[in-house]
Structure formats: structure tokens, C-alpha cells
């Protein structure tokens, strides 16, 4: 058995590492929800995770769950599940991701990464470096929208031609835009959680208003 240890928030950086030996990896660490692992063609990052990762990455989440409520849309959590195809000689465990628009496809099954499509927005927390770019790895699974945190802000991404692009809005939970993720983001340590989650419906009301 191979097992990772290290600091709570440490990234480690491993390349020449063999399909075999990424796979051994994920065995080995099936139960243990606080490590992460990232495969792109030999390299290898592996990251322990720590509050300072995992409270933007939870917040977020619960942005997405109330919006995806409150739009009155569907909604599939595949958290942390590992997508990995050998056919690309990739893999990735995301921070959070959601299907959202072909939910029911995949509903009360595991998803395949080769036949179905892919999580419709996956969260990314980066706020610790060195780290391995997983954009790549997300554009080659066919991932259109991505949230990145970077410990100042969220920026959101969609895939545009195999590379990402940031956007002015979600596209799947448009009119919400990077700079409003990002004040949610710093309300939710101010204010009680439950007035936080009464703020993000009121928002989410409001722009349902709005619309035409």
C-alpha cells in the first residue's frame, strides 16, 4: 500500500509517475477524503486538503445548491468523485462539481467519464502554490464552466475552442457573475449562515424578477 503524508494544505508535485502507479494511488486512498490526486500524462499532484481549501470550496457549493433552487433547476452533486479516463491518460478529483442541465441523464447511476458527458461546472480552489494547472485536464474531459478561487477572488471560466476563457457571467447560472461570487464568498465569514443563505435567495429572487 502507498500511502501520501503531509501537511494539512501542502501541494506535492510528482512527474515520470506511471499510469499503474496513479491508479495504486487512488486505491489506496479510496476512504480518505482529505487527499486529492490530479493525473495529465505522467505528472502527478497530489493535495492535502485544509480549512483554508475546503471552507471557500463548501461556500461555493451552497452558492450553487440555493441558485440552482432558486432558478428552479436541476441539480446532480458529485463533490469530490474521481473522473479519469485512460484513453487521455488523465484523471482529476474536483473540489465540487455539479451536473446541472443533463442531470437526469446521469441520475441514480455512477457516471461513466468515457460514455457520459461531463459535470456541467466543477469549483476550484487554489489558494496555496506551487500547484498543478488542472485546466487542461478539465478541457480535455470537455468541463464547460469552471470557478476558480484564488484567495481574493472567483473568476469564472468557460471552454471556448479546448481553452478557457473567463466570463462575464455563469453560464449555467446566469446573471450570477465572478465579482458576486466573490462578495457572497466574503459575506458567508461575516454573517451568521443562515442569514447568508437568506441574503443568496433575495439576490436570486430579485434577478428572477428582473428577467424577461
Known amino acids: 500500500m ?41 505528472t502527478l499532484g497530489i493535495m492535502v486538503m485544509s480549512a483554508r481549501h475546503e471552507e471557500p470550496n463548501r461556500t461555493l457549493a451552497a452558492l450553487v445548491e440555493v441558485l440552482v433552487e432558486e432558478f428552479g433547476l436541476d441539480l446532480r452533486r458529485l463533490g469530490s468523485t474521481t473522473f479519469q479516463r485512460p484513453d487521455l491518460v488523465k484523471g482529476f478529483e474536483p ?9 437526469l441523464v446521469v441520475r441514480d447511476r455512477p457516471v461513466d ?36 478561487y484564488d484567495g481574493s477572488r472567483v473568476a469564472i471560466y468557460w471552454l471556448e475552442s479546448g481553452h478557457y476563457v473567463e466570463a462575464d457571467s455563469s453560464p449555467a447560472l446566469a446573471p450570477l457573475t465572478g465579482e458576486m461570487a466573490t462578495r457572497f464568498l466574503e459575506e458567508s465569514s461575516r454573517v ?21
Open 192 to 212: 451568521s449562515h443562515g442569514k447568508w443563505l437568506r441574503r443568496v435567495r433575495e439576490w436570486a429572487r430579485q434577478q428572477r424578477r428582473v428577467q424577461p
Open 95 to 103: 473540489d465540487s462539481a455539479f451536473y446541472i442541465c443533463p442531470a
Open 113 to 148: 467519464p468515457a460514455t457520459d458527458p461531463p459535470p456541467d461546472l466543477i469549483i476550484e480552489v487554489d489558494v496555496t502554490s506551487p500547484s498543478l494547472n488542472r485546466f487542461p485536464i478539465f478541457a480535455a474531459f470537455g468541463v464547460p464552466e469552471v470557478w476558480r
Open 2 to 42: 502507498v500511502t501520501v503524508t503531509a501537511p494539512a494544505g501542502q501541494k506535492i508535485i510528482l512527474t515520470g509517475v506511471s499510469w499503474e502507479t496513479y491508479q495504486r494511488l487512488l486505491a489506496d486512498h479510496q476512504e480518505s477524503s482529505g487527499t486529492r490526486f490530479s493525473y495529465n500524462e505522467g
